[in-house]
């Protein structure tokens, strides 16, 4: 299974400076762990107990944690703790601080403690709205609140500020039901991608070519329903994946993650594309018009890497590289190849995709360094990144021998899915075109049969195996007549 480029170095990540600006980096105090639950290598926490984590999570008057542990703890505790059991264990450390500090003689530090608390909670709520789907959560974040705001009662900042912040979950919230309503509704049909052809369509059936002839102007199609899908990816989503380790920390919270219809769906766009490039070729009758529209899809893949979609590019030549449009020896040697031969050096599987994790690297550091949407765009190969995901959770435990956390995992995780997340977030720069998304996202693909026929038709076998293949076929299709 794949690994990432940065593996040989795992060991010594979270102390060479290599992830995310400030990964690994703890500010202050926090919490009030026994600083013996929590251990660190060169100023950056590696492990820890559960308890001590979840206690640095919770600001004090003189801490609040830094962005990057918010997120890495909130992503990665699901993996031992359920979020409304997490969220119970904040509000029970934050009322025994409130507690202490009633107790004192200083107020302002009561209300700096409330506005730091409130600020947590924004951020977690904006950053994984769905951990707040369930009644009981939102109880126990409401009980949060109200007992945080009781030391604002003079001109009410804090309260407007959680009101918006409710506000803006419910809003959140009711958007992803809408689409996990959507999903569950339309699924077949979008697990199908509309009707399969049985059989050759009629001649004067519309292809790829009639709709759009500009191989740019069809890789910005593509890169459009690229983000678009990619954009409904959370990254609780993703961590799901890490679900399918038999272990014991794992079975506590399986029962609570929602289906992620959004995975499946992007993936099958992966599919499905591959198959439509496929059919595309091979529904071409005359040899004449089928190298055409390979050179056509080569120059598509090509637009695909200039723009940074990665994804769509792998798919158009997964499909070329189809059995069926691979054995089409008369059309290939019609093709000017060279193009071909440069996308599939990118793509070479060989060194654990060498290639591509370095033209990754490079449209990764153009959109660190980018002034406009364009050049932002970075959208990886789904299977890959999903598979390095799962192998870095496989290589390396949850917990350390000792039995605390193994944080410096969960760092490296969290810096990949936080670099997902950020390529989520880019608006397409590209005018959009109604017409040929629908084609791209309806027209009829063949069946794996279908696809085997329509390419023995164009170009009859020429050893004993394709001979079988193609009789076997036949036999088949007699059989249903």
Same mark, same amino acid.
């Given at each position: 299974?794949?690994?990432?480029?940065?593996?040989?170095?795992?060991?010594?990540?979270?102390?060479?400076?290599?992830?995310?600006?400030?990964?690994?980096?703890?500010?202050?105090?926090?919490?009030?762990?026994?600083?013996?639950?929590?251990?660190?290598?060169?100023?950056?926490?590696?492990?820890?107990?559960?308890?001590?984590?979840?206690?640095?999570?919770?600001?004090?008057?003189?801490?609040?944690?830094?962005?990057?542990?918010?997120?890495?703890?909130?992503?990665?505790?699901?993996?031992?703790?359920?979020?409304?059991?997490?969220?119970?264990?904040?509000?029970?450390?934050?009322?025994?601080?409130?507690?202490?500090?009633?107790?004192?003689?200083?107020? *302002?530090? /009561? &209300?700096?403690?409330?506005?730091? %608390? =409130? !600020?947590?909670?924004? +951020?977690?709520?904006?950053?994984?709205?769905?951990?707040?789907?369930?009644?009981?959560?939102? *109880?126990? /974040? &409401?009980?949060?609140?109200?007992? %945080? =705001? !009781?030391?604002?009662? +003079?001109?009410?900042?804090?309260?407007?500020?959680?009101?918006?912040?409710?506000?803006?979950?419910?809003?959140?919230?009711?958007?992803?039901?809408?689409?996990?309503?959507?999903?569950?509704?339309?699924?077949?049909?979008?697990?199908?991608?509309?009707?399969?052809?049985?059989?050759?369509?009629?001649?004067?059936?519309?292809?790829?070519?009639?709709?759009?002839?500009?191989?740019?102007?069809?890789?910005?199609?593509?890169?459009?329903?690229?983000?678009?899908?990619?954009?409904?990816?959370?990254?609780?989503?993703?961590?799901?994946?890490?679900?399918?380790?038999?272990?014991?920390?794992?079975?506590?919270?399986?029962?609570?993650?929602?289906?992620?219809?959004?995975?499946?769906?992007?993936?099958?766009?992966?599919?499905?594309?591959?198959?439509?490039?496929?059919?595309?070729?091979?529904?071409?009758?005359?040899?004449?018009?089928?190298?055409?529209?390979?050179?056509?899809?080569?120059?598509?893949?090509?637009?695909?890497?200039?723009?940074?979609?990665?994804?769509?590019?792998?798919?158009?030549?997964?499909?070329?590289?189809?059995?069926?449009?691979?054995?089409?020896?008369?059309?290939?040697?019609?093709?000017?190849?060279?193009?071909?031969?440069?996308?599939?050096?990118?793509?070479?599987?060989?060194?654990?995709?060498?290639?591509?994790?370095?033209?990754?690297?490079?449209?990764?550091?153009?959109?660190?360094?980018?002034?406009?949407?364009?050049?932002?765009?970075?959208?990886?190969?789904?299977?890959?990144?999903?598979?390095?995901?799962?192998?870095?959770?496989?290589?390396?435990?949850?917990?350390?021998?000792?039995?605390?956390?193994?944080?410096?995992?969960?760092?490296?995780?969290?810096?990949?899915?936080?670099?997902?997340?950020?390529?989520?977030?880019?608006?397409?720069?590209?005018?959009?075109?109604?017409?040929?998304?629908?084609?791209?996202?309806?027209?009829?693909?063949?069946?794996?049969?279908?696809?085997?026929?329509?390419?023995?038709?164009?170009?009859?076998?020429?050893?004993?195996?394709?001979?079988?293949?193609?009789?076997?076929?036949?036999?088949?299709?007699?059989?249903?007549?």
């Amino acid at each position: 299974m794949p690994q990432t480029f940065v593996f040989s170095s795992i060991l010594t990540l979270s102390c060479s400076g290599q992830g995310q600006p400030g990964m690994g980096e703890c500010s202050g105090g926090g919490g009030g762990s026994d600083s013996r639950d929590l251990i660190f290598q060169d100023g950056h926490l590696i492990s820890g107990s559960l308890e001590a984590l979840m206690e640095r999570l919770v600001p004090t008057v003189d801490y609040y944690p830094d962005k990057t542990y918010i997120f890495t703890f909130l992503l990665s505790s699901r993996v031992f703790i359920p979020p409304h059991d997490l969220l119970a264990r904040v509000g029970q450390i934050c009322l025994e601080q409130r507690q202490q500090l009633e107790a004192g003689p200083d107020q *302002a530090k /009561l &209300k700096s403690f409330s506005t730091k %608390v =409130t !600020q947590l909670l924004k +951020e977690w709520t904006e950053t994984f709205p769905y951990d707040f789907r369930e009644e009981k959560v939102m *109880a126990e /974040l &409401k009980a949060i609140t109200h007992c %945080v =705001t !009781q030391c604002d009662e +003079e001109n009410g900042a804090m309260k407007k500020a959680i009101s918006q912040m409710m506000q803006n979950l419910l809003l959140a919230l009711a958007a992803r039901n809408q689409l996990q309503e959507f999903w569950e509704k339309f699924r077949p049909l979008a697990m199908d991608k509309g009707p399969v052809l049985k059989a050759k369509p009629p001649a004067t059936q519309k292809d790829i070519l009639s709709v759009c002839c500009d191989p740019l102007v069809l890789a910005q199609q593509l890169t459009h329903i690229e983000l678009e899908r990619i954009h409904s990816i959370h990254p609780e989503d993703l961590v799901q994946i890490l679900s399918h380790r038999d272990s014991l920390d794992n079975q506590k919270c399986r029962g609570d993650q929602a289906k992620t219809y959004s995975l499946e769906a992007y993936d099958n766009w992966f599919n499905c594309l591959s198959m439509l490039v496929a059919t595309e070729v091979c529904r071409v009758v005359k040899k004449k018009q089928r190298t055409r529209m390979v050179e056509f899809f080569i120059d598509v893949a090509r637009e695909c890497f200039n723009i940074g979609n990665f994804n769509s590019m792998m798919a158009i030549i997964s499909g070329m590289n189809l059995s069926p449009v691979a054995r089409l020896k008369k059309t290939w040697s019609k093709v000017k190849t060279a193009k071909f031969d440069v996308l599939e050096h990118h793509m070479d599987p060989s060194s654990n995709f060498c290639n591509y994790r370095t033209a990754l690297q490079g449209a990764t550091q153009r959109s660190q360094m980018a002034h406009s949407s364009r050049e932002k765009i970075v959208i990886p190969v789904f299977n890959l990144f999903v598979k390095d995901i799962y192998f870095l959770h496989k290589i390396h435990t949850n917990r350390l021998p000792n039995g605390q956390v193994n944080f410096k995992k969960f760092w490296e995780i969290s810096r990949q899915i936080h670099d997902f997340m950020t390529w989520t977030q880019v608006e397409c720069p590209f005018e959009k075109d109604k017409k040929i998304q629908s084609y791209l996202l309806t027209a009829p693909i063949y069946s794996e049969e279908a696809l085997f026929i329509a390419s023995f038709e164009s170009e009859g076998p020429e050893n004993h195996m394709e001979k079988d293949s193609w009789k076997t076929l036949r036999t088949t299709l007699l059989n249903r007549a």
